[in-house]
């Protein structure tokens, strides 16, 4: 097997220490951790907030990758807000919040550009040492929900920087590009904004173990270029095309599962 070098952000959350447990099992893969918090882990600590560009580029100049022949970026931060349906109607870019959008695309872009900073000085040096860029974005993405529209337009406009840098010329198919879009996953996070979740509405959310499983494979392997991956639990008699474009539905269960209205 050849070398690897996988770093993961947001290390201490549910999904970033699930892949980093994954790298440091596996054989001959060097395991490097971003996080702004401590993290106890035998991985190489970077303790750095993502939105410090000049922080975040410091710390990815003192990884060595002069005898990496792949390096494996997951990028699991991002915060999601849920938005009042009446401050939504408006443009593309109008009314987007910097705060979700800053959190979901700038922290990977302050990431990725030292990084392929980095790669390319080993192409330089005639090692076609490859690259996979590797973030996550919701199952609901494409249906554009009104009520968190900047979360997905942050998403959107990060499939879209991945995709152009692995399908550039410029790189010949040394970056490849992967996009894994899942349900609601089980977090810290998830559980303090929807708190009133019903047991059996909680049964169908996914585990961050599921989401490594389904796409470890596509993330490790080295071709397509470009790569979505849907990773969800299936509820039984659920309807997604006809829930998605009921807004009146989606604000109901939203505001009682996160205590807004009374059950």
């Known amino acids: 097997m050849n070398s690897r070098l996988a770093i993961v952000t947001g290390a201490n959350g549910a999904l970033g220490a699930c892949f980093v447990k994954h790298f440091l099992e596996e054989e001959q893969t060097q395991c490097v951790a971003m996080s702004r918090s401590d993290l106890e882990s035998e991985a190489l600590h970077f303790k750095v907030d993502l939105l410090d560009a000049k922080g975040v580029s410091e710390a990815i100049r003192q990884i060595d990758i002069s005898e990496v022949d792949d390096v494996i970026l997951v990028h699991g931060v991002g915060k999601f807000k849920y938005e009042e349906l009446e401050s939504v109607d408006r443009g593309a870019e109008d009314g987007i919040d910097d705060e979700v959008f800053s959190s979901n695309y700038q922290t990977f872009v302050n ?18 040492t490859t690259l996979a860029l590797c973030a996550f974005g919701s199952v609901t993405d494409k249906y554009k929900i009104p009520f968190w529209r900047s979360y997905t337009y942050a998403k959107d406009t990060l499939r879209e ?60 392997n080295l071709a397509p270029e470009w790569e979505e991956i849907d990773v969800y639990e299936p509820m039984p008699g659920f309807d997604p095309e006809s829930y998605y474009s009921d807004n009146e539905q989606i604000k109901e269960k939203w505001e009682r599962q996160m205590g807004l209205v009374s059950s």
């Open 111 to 128: 990431v990725v550009n030292p990084l392929v900073e980095k790669l390319n000085q080993e192409h330089e040096r005639d090692r076609e």
């Open 161 to 220: 920087y991945i995709k152009d840098l692995a399908k550039s010329e410029d790189w010949k198919g040394l970056i490849r590009g992967r996009f894994v879009n899942v349900s609601t996953t089980d977090t810290g996070n998830e559980n303090q904004l929807r708190p009133n979740v019903t047991p059996e509405e909680k049964e169908y959310w996914l585990k961050p173990e599921k989401i490594l499983d389904r796409a470890i494979e596509a993330i490790e």
